[in-house]
Nanobody, 125 residues
Framework: VQLQASGGGLVQAGGSLRLSCAASGRTISAYAMGWFRQAPGKERAFVAALSSSGSRTAYTDSVKGRFTISRDNTKNTVYLEMNSLKPEDTAVYYC???????????????????WGQGTLVTVSS
């Protein structure tokens, strides 16, 4: 599975962006998916995840109420809608696919087998 993340860019605080993660090579409808981010000088961290059907989701506390993860299995794509962006959201965002049991979500990056290349989100104050 190849994952291509896109949609990053420069936005002012309070603005919005929608990230997309398009998969190729294999359908991701059977995979739990996740988004992670890595800020400058920090380790990669969990942002959001969802089960293969999208019925189960999880978010890190700092983005709850602002970010929404979703998927369109007909388009083989996962999204991360980001609203009310803050400067501390600045990071490279990565999408990932897990080959573990698909009926739930995973917050640990070790649970993911496939990773996209990342897309940079910069939020100015």
């Amino acid at each position: 599975v190849q994952l291509q993340a896109s949609g990053g860019g420069l936005v002012q605080a309070g603005g919005s962006l929608r990230l997309s993660c398009a998969a190729s090579g294999r359908t991701i409808s059977a995979y739990a998916m996740g988004w992670f981010r890595q800020a400058p000088g920090k380790e990669r961290a969990f942002v959001a995840a969802l089960s293969s059907s999208g019925s189960r989701t999880a978010y890190t506390d700092s983005v709850k109420g602002r970010f929404t993860i979703s998927r369109d299995n007909t388009k083989n794509t996962v999204y991360l809608e980001m609203n009310s962006l803050k400067p501390e959201d600045t990071a490279v965002y990565y999408c990932a696919a897990s080959t573990r049991y698909s009926g739930t979500y995973y917050v640990a990056d070790g649970s993911y087998a496939y990773w996209g290349q990342g897309t940079l989100v910069t939020v100015s104050s």
